[in-house]
């Protein structure tokens, strides 16, 4: 039966000097909320300087939600994500990126899903947007894209572009997303492997889409490969947690004969760009996870004028 008691819903936006801020929140002014649902924004700012503050006062006089802005500024993207969750007084935390748009429809996609199932977390798409100027290849094999991935027909982790968090869950309240991981990335990662370990449940609404340019900066093979390698080191870094000293060595070997095998399917398909570039990716996430259970410290991704 469907729970029809009213429901608090905040939203979290974490920022770092995006102008594109502005059409994140600009889309969530136009979400189709239910009916019995209250929701509020909350700006949690990264920067060392207040620098989206003036953006999101000048956009609060016509808000048609209530915003708080949350000011943390130590460069580490964990930092702005625990602000949103301490912040935080709803049923339900949905995060959103600054570089993405809502369709009028996600919020309520989440919350559906969040309440046919009682899951601790809901997981929607996040579609992405080439331009005219980005590869063929890249296009073709949409490598931007986010979707989660299933395991056994469950799905173990997530992230944080789209997704819902019941807060009523005592799975869910007092979580917190990992410092040490919070300029290299994969703290979302991290997050909701550690919510499943301690048996959170993590569902898929396909409804709940929201989009995402991808800039020339990310429109590159290049780019992709550091973002796959910094996964691996992340899943690494998790495996080498659960399985201590000599334990992890087996494992490493595995993802490292994954590794030359992805490699080797890849120079296979070398005059086939899509399923090259597929293969070598997935090389580049064993390579990772090599190296994460290795103990080698994960690139920096947040917090840099590059990340901006």
Not at 31 to 59: E, F, G
Not at 60 to 86: E, Q
Not at 221 to 243: C, D, E, M, P, Y
Not at 274 to 279: D, G, T
Request: proline fraction near 5%; glycine fraction near 10%.
């Amino acid at each position: 039966m469907t729970n029809t008691n009213p429901i608090r819903i905040d939203i979290g936006i974490c920022t770092f000097r995006r102008p594109a801020l502005e059409e994140t929140l600009e889309s969530l002014f136009k979400l189709t909320v239910p009916s019995d649902a209250q929701v509020r924004l909350i700006v949690a700012d990264n920067d060392a300087a207040p620098s989206a503050k003036d953006l999101v006062d000048s956009m609060a006089a016509r808000s048609p939600f209530p915003i708080r802005y949350v000011h943390c500024p130590k460069s580490n993207i964990s930092i702005a994500r625990n602000a949103c969750l301490s912040a935080c007084e709803a049923d339900f935390l949905a995060y959103i990126d600054d570089d993405e748009t809502a369709t009028p429809g996600w919020l309520a996609a989440l919350v559906e899903k969040a309440r046919e199932t009682g899951a601790e977390a809901v997981l929607g798409p996040v579609r992405a947007l080439y331009g005219d100027d980005s590869a063929g290849w890249m296009r073709d094999g949409d490598f931007h894209s986010t979707m989660p991935v299933w395991v056994n027909g469950r799905i173990i982790t997530g992230y944080t572009c789209n997704t819902l968090l019941d807060m009523r869950s005592p799975l869910v309240a007092g979580r917190r997303f990992a410092l040490a991981l919070g300029q290299s990335g994969g703290e979302d990662t991290h997050f909701f492997s550690q919510l499943t370990e301690a048996g959170g449940r993590i569902e898929f609404a396909e409804n709940a889409l929201v989009l995402e340019p991808v800039p020339a900066s990310r429109a590159s093979f290049g780019w992709l490969a550091k973002r796959r390698f910094r996964s691996g080191q992340t899943h690494g870094r998790i495996v080498a947690a659960n399985n201590g000293g000599a334990k992890r060595i087996p494992k490493a070997l595995i993802a490292a004969a994954k590794a030359g095998y992805c490699g080797a399917v890849a120079a296979g398909f070398m005059l086939m760009p899509v399923r090259r570039n597929r293969y070598a990716l997935r090389g580049a996430l064993h390579v990772g996870a090599v190296m994460g259970m290795l103990g080698v410290r994960e690139i920096r991704q947040y917090g840099t004028a590059e990340a901006a």
